[in-house]
């Protein structure tokens, strides 16, 4: 870590002077000058040094307000970037997080609860249905669609409904390592990041048919999309991707619009996948899959235009349930 990387760690864990505050000071400034007699004058070197320290806040302020973030191209931040503007390098979008869920209680549902999820769901009409990894309970490609699930908090069973549907389709859960996502399994996970680390490397061990980083960052979107896990557990999940290699962050949109920062990283075949968080509260706003170019031509995503949503999904709304079919 070099000096400017320090500085702006430390700088990000200040909270920032607001305009209420700036008021203020400048109230009681002016009123204890007011209140001196007239026979009675400030030394001029005190009332300069007030006057310069109103002026050194305002700067500072303003300083947030109008710059904006610069990146070298490749979606990290770049060296010149304060670490307090909205979009920063991956780590310290990381530390952010980890800093914010340590002032949060963690809730997780009793085993006779079940956790709510509720998505919506965009896939390209221009992909064969094979090409797209659909959601968890299956999907229909080139649709959008909205789809809520259930998770018991003992992860042995799941149910889901479909738009459209009033039926609620229920399955057992837990028994395919590949699809633990439940509160039960991520209760039993490390909140340490590098242990963290070490244990999806495990989990995904042969379970996961791709190289070990990928396979970690497949089980991490996973467990983000559709465990909904408490804050600690998702600051941690965050620092493990951004301990993978090539990955960046960038300023995108949400399937329903809301303005979020997408951590990413970019396969052999020209795909971004992509996790989009909100930059204010941490939380998981949905993820995507995007054709960036660069693929083999025997890649099914080899004759989409550059740029190209492959697959995306928001997440509306999460809670804690006592039934399947309950929402919060």
Do not use: C
Request: charge should be positive; avoid cysteine.
């Amino acid at each position: 870590m070099n000096d400017l990387d320090m500085v702006r760690d430390l700088r990000s864990q200040v909270r920032q002077s607001e305009e209420s505050d700036l008021r203020g000071a400048r109230r009681r400034v002016l009123a204890s000058m007011a209140r001196e007699s007239r026979g009675r004058r400030l030394p001029r070197i005190v009332v300069r040094v007030a006057a310069v320290g109103i002026l050194g806040v305002t700067i500072t302020a303003g300083v947030m307000v109008v710059q904006t973030p610069r990146t070298d191209g490749q979606g990290k931040g770049a060296a010149s970037a304060p670490a307090w503007l909205p979009v920063a390098n991956v780590e310290t979008l990381a530390k952010r997080a980890t800093a914010a869920a340590a002032r949060q209680t963690d809730v997780y549902p009793r085993a006779d609860q079940w956790v709510y999820v509720k998505r919506d769901f965009y896939s390209s009409p221009k992909m064969l249905p094979e090409s797209v990894v659909p959601p968890v309970g299956g999907g229909k490609t080139g649709s959008r669609y909205t789809a809520e699930m259930w998770t018991r908090g003992d992860g042995k069973e799941r149910a889901q409904r479909n738009e459209g549907s009033k039926t609620i389709t229920r399955r057992q859960g837990g028994e395919d390592p590949r699809l633990r996502f439940d509160p039960a399994y991520l209760r039993s996970l490390p909140l340490e990041p590098s242990a963290l680390l070490e244990r999806l490397k495990r989990d995904t061990a042969g379970v996961i048919p791709l190289p070990e980083m990928r396979a970690v960052s497949h089980q991490v979107l996973m467990i983000l999309q559709e465990g909904a896990p408490a804050a600690r557990l998702r600051a941690a999940l965050y620092t493990v991707l951004s301990q993978l290699d090539d990955v960046g962050v960038e300023e995108v949109r949400d399937l329903l619009g809301r303005e979020g920062v997408g951590i990413y990283t970019d396969d052999d075949e020209g795909i971004r996948q992509e996790v989009i968080i909100d930059p204010n509260t941490y939380v998981l706003l949905g993820g995507r899959r995007v054709y960036v170019g660069g693929s083999e031509s025997q890649s099914p995503y080899s004759k989409l235009p550059k740029g190209e949503v492959v697959f995306s999904v928001a997440q509306v709304t999460a809670g804690i349930v006592d039934n399947a079919g309950g929402v919060p």
